[in-house]
């Protein structure tokens, strides 16, 4: 028998919060520098604390926000700033090797979300897909292999499953992954856990679902979320070969 090679599409969205397109120009230039905005004031500054940072500038006269039908106003040094947010990722990832439609087997694949943000309040990063299951036969949707099941929405901490039916799921790794995909080396969702290479194995929804979430700004280097993908049929299940494939979307936003 035939076996079932398995691909994932990535699509990928950045929403940055901000329904208007802004126009901006250089208010002075020269050969190597560009000043995109300046104010005349008497007074301001930068200062931090342990716990905050504040800028501020002092002096100036009609600042504020204002809009018309057409235009955005952000009057004022402060005003003027425009938060700035990146997301890179790979088109596609391969899920190796293929697995045997007739004896089963486990294919696994990595990628990842790479996400660069200086706005002050962080970045929120979501995973979904376009289908459900998520898996599905590029010919005829009817073969497929299912979510991978967890119990009360919690992930499991060691991907296991039922011989005798296929599935297929993720984990995300990294620095701001969420609470939920956190173990404390027994249990997944652990509050301060660690963000493990390869435990708390969940599946996924055609619902956004948060996987990293930061609260500060990471420019300019920015933060990686890698994303493992597990397929597996098992030694007691009968899976319809040919190709197989799932399209992920991933969404960056600032917070």
């Known amino acids: 028998m035939e076996r079932a090679g398995i691909k994932i599409l990535i699509i990928t969205t950045v929403l940055t919060g ?13 050969t190597n520098f560009k000043m995109q905005q300046d104010s005349i004031n ?47 990722v790979p088109v596609s990832t391969k899920l190796l090797p293929s697995i045997s439609g007739l004896t ?3 294919a696994t ?9 200086d706005n002050d309040f962080g970045y929120v990063l979501q995973l979904n897909a376009s289908s459900s299951p998520a898996m599905r036969h ?14 009360g929405g919690v992930p499991s901490l060691i991907w296991d499953i039922d011989q005798s039916t296929s599935a297929f799921g993720f984990t ?9 995909y956190l173990d404390d080396g027994d249990d997944c969702n652990a509050t301060g856990g660690n963000s493990s290479e390869e435990k708390c194995w969940g599946p996924l929804s055609q ?16 933060s990686t979320t890698t994303i493992h993908f597990k397929a597996e ?23």
Not at 140 to 146: D, M, P
Not at 172 to 180: A, F, I, L
Request: no cysteine; proline share 4%.
């Open 138 to 151: 590029i010919v005829s949707s009817t073969y497929h292999f299912s979510d991978y099941p967890i119990s």
């Open 207 to 222: 619902t956004p679902e948060s996987i990293a979430i930061s609260e500060y700004s990471n420019h300019p280097i920015g």
């Open 42 to 88: 008497f007074g301001g500054g930068y200062a931090t604390s342990e716990n905050f940072g504040m800028e501020d500038t002092a002096g100036e006269v009609a600042t504020g926000y204002s809009e018309s039908d057409s235009f955005v106003l952000h009057a004022g040094y402060q005003q003027m700033k425009i938060a700035y947010i990146s997301l890179t």
């Open 109 to 117: 694949g990595s990628s990842f979300a790479q996400v660069t943000t």
């Open 233 to 255: 049929s098992g030694n007691q299940h009968l899976q319809v070969s040919g190709k197989y494939q799932a399209q992920i979307v991933i969404t960056a936003f600032m917070n």
């Open 172 to 180: 995300p790794e990294g620095s701001d992954v969420v609470t939920k």
């Open 104 to 106: 089963g087997g486990t």
């Open 18 to 30: 901000v329904l208007t397109t802004p126009v901006l120009a250089q208010v002075m230039t020269s």
